[in-house]
T-cell receptor, first 113, second 116 residues
Framework: DTEVTQTPKHLVMGMTNKKSLKCEQHMGHRAMYWYKQKAKKPPELMFV???????INESVPSRFSPECPNSSLLNLHLHALQPEDSALYLC????????????FGQGTRLTVV | AQKVTQAQTEISVVEKEDVTLDCVYE???????LFWYKQPPSGELVFLIR??????QNEISGRYSWNFQKSTSSFNFTITASQVVDSAVYFC?????????????FGTGTRLKVLA
């Protein structure tokens, strides 16, 4: 199984809502990532978890809160988002060490209204 | 600092033409890894090829080939006999470290349009 599964595929939320994005992989990868991608831009790293611990936070606003409950799951909790946070959110996983490719999910297209 | 530059914003070719996508990278790591990904309109990033910094042998895999030159910090990607299904955005990426944790750094992408 070489898949990274993200749910939901699409999400529309108001600025006062709380929602969560979910990501799951069963490849035994111990590094998991959240990327944000705006239209016609490259993926931009938000967070890296290595062995279920937060290793990199790229100065992401606190309205984005990541969580790694176990080695297969990665969540991104959203609260009080702004319209400019509308984007494609991509989850990825890889063995730690960067020596091989990261596997990406299909992403969640988030619209904040 | 680690950086990936893709100078070509958009390329249009006619089906069956060969096309080369350029990538230049910057890193201070002595060991590093380079990748090419394809992103079709559906949004998923699809892995294509990988190259490590200590192996400059260029290879061909089907219609894909790549040219890695450490001396010029370039990692170019060629599609031979392009097809309409190759139309997508192509990203070059570098894996680099921050405080011992690896992350994947992407270039700005090249949009390839293959016309029938």
């Amino acid at each position: 199984d070489t898949e990274v599964t993200q749910t939901p595929k699409h999400l529309v939320m108001g600025m006062t809502n709380k929602k969560s994005l979910k990501c799951e992989q069963h490849m035994g990868h111990r590094a998991m990532y959240w990327y944000k991608q705006k239209a016609k831009k490259p993926p931009e790293l938000m967070f890296v978890y290595s062995y279920e611990k937060l290793s990199i936070n790229e100065s992401v606003p606190s309205r984005f809160s990541p969580e790694c409950p176990n080695s297969s799951l990665l969540n991104l909790h959203l609260h009080a988002l702004q319209p400019e946070d509308s984007a494609l959110y991509l989850c990825a996983s890889s063995p730690p060490g960067g020596w091989t490719e990261a596997f990406f999910g299909q992403g969640t297209r988030l619209t904040v209204v | 600092a680690q950086k990936v530059t893709q100078a070509q914003t958009e390329i249009s070719v006619v089906e069956k033409e060969d096309v080369t996508l350029d990538c230049v990278y910057e890193t201070r790591d002595t060991t590093y890894y380079l990748f090419w990904y394809k992103q079709p309109p559906s949004g998923e990033l699809v892995f294509l090829i990988r190259r490590n910094s200590f192996d400059e042998q260029n290879e061909i895999s089907g219609r894909y080939s790549w040219n890695f030159q450490k001396s010029t910090s370039s990692f170019n990607f060629t599609i031979t006999a392009s097809q309409v299904v190759d139309s997508a955005v192509y990203f070059c990426a570098l894996s680099g470290t921050t405080s011992g944790t690896y992350k994947y750094i992407f270039g700005t992408g090249t949009r390839l349009k293959v016309l029938a």
